[in-house]
């Protein structure tokens, strides 16, 4: 199994920024593509970015520009560098994990960004 921990939430003003941290642990060979979705009240949960093994990347068009997303394979942690935030960023982010060998998506708990006008 993989585990999947955020981290780097908040409470935030519009124009702010924050940086989203995942850390993944256990069986983490594998795991091809990492990536970021969030979950806005009363809403399904969207991509926001995407992330492969090599690197390649992809943006949800409502955040391109202004976020990033990385990851530091040593490390088995992704991040989200989110700027320019907007109240509209305000949702629940996850972080998701598409693990080849298991062929199936694991996800973490969550952490709430909060982005006030």
């Known amino acids: 199994q993989v585990q999947l921990v955020e981290s780097g939430g908040g409470l935030v003003q519009a124009g702010g920024s924050l940086r989203l941290s995942c850390a993944a642990s256990?069986?983490?060979?594998?795991?091809?593509?990492m990536g970021w979705y969030r979950q806005a009240p009363g809403k399904q949960r969207d991509l926001v970015a995407r992330i492969t093994s090599s690197s390649s990347t992809n943006y949800a068009a409502s955040v391109k520009g202004r976020f990033t997303i990385s990851r530091d394979n040593a490390k088995n942690t992704v991040y989200l560098q989110m700027n320019s935030l907007k109240p509209e960023d305000t949702a629940v982010y996850y972080c998701?994990?598409?693990?080849?060998?298991?062929?199936?998506?694991?996800w973490g708990k969550g952490t709430l960004v909060t982005v006030s006008s």
């Open positions: 998701n994990a598409v693990h080849s060998g298991y062929g199936m998506d694991f």
């Open positions: 256990g069986r983490v060979f594998g795991i091809n593509s």
